[in-house]
């Protein structure tokens, strides 16, 4: 399980700009800890080009989760737009 999470957060890494000290948080995480994670207290950042824009209304973030038993829970995110930089 450690091994599939440093892989996971190495893919998205290679395309994303994670800190590694999250990378490094991450990689400790089981499933007992992904289960009491609070949907609502987790952050994305997403760039788009200038002269794009994400319509939060109509765009949607859904997390998947499947355990070794086969049992996958998957949840919806709320997006909200916290700013622009």
Known sequence: MRLFAILVALLISSCASIPLSTIARF??????????LDPSQIRVRVAVPIGYEINTAKSQLTISLESKAGTIIERALELRNLGVT
């Open 27 to 36: 990689s400790t995480f089981n499933a007992q800890t992904i289960a009491r």
